[in-house]
């Protein structure tokens, strides 16, 4: 079973940048499609970005041009970098696979952007 940990959220003013990172405990190549999921309180979970196990990314059109996904499937890490953040980003970022798996949902890392 795999295990993903997210970390890399925290306080950034409005225009900043972080960088997500996932860790995951097996093999996310075999696994496939992985995704950067957001919930912002009172908001249901949206899909932010998504990429294939072969590179083929995808974003919600509120982050493109924007949030950047990688995956490194050697060390089994995904990654979302974050750039001009805006207020409405303010989040709590999860990452699982596409299309999720509920035993794969962790805690995920809570992402604050002050205006």
């Known amino acids: 079973q795999v295990q993903l940990v997210e970390s890399g959220g925290g306080l950034v003013q409005a225009g900043g940048s972080l960088i997500l990172s996932c860790a995951a405990s097996?093999?996310?190549?075999?696994?496939?499609?992985m995704g950067w999921y957001r919930q912002a309180p009172g908001n249901e979970r949206e899909l932010v970005a998504r990429?294939?196990?072969?590179?083929?990314?995808n974003y919600a059109d509120s982050v493109k041009g924007r949030f950047t996904i990688s995956r490194d499937n050697a060390k089994n890490m995904v990654y979302l970098q974050m750039n001009s953040l805006k207020s409405e980003d303010t989040a709590v970022y999860y990452c699982?696979?596409?299309?999720?798996?509920?035993?794969?949902w962790g805690q995920g890392t809570r992402v604050t952007v002050s205006s």
């Open positions: 097996g093999s996310i190549f075999s696994i496939g499609a």
């Open positions: 699982n696979t596409f299309p999720g798996r509920t035993a794969f």
């Open positions: 990429i294939t196990r072969g590179g083929i990314r």
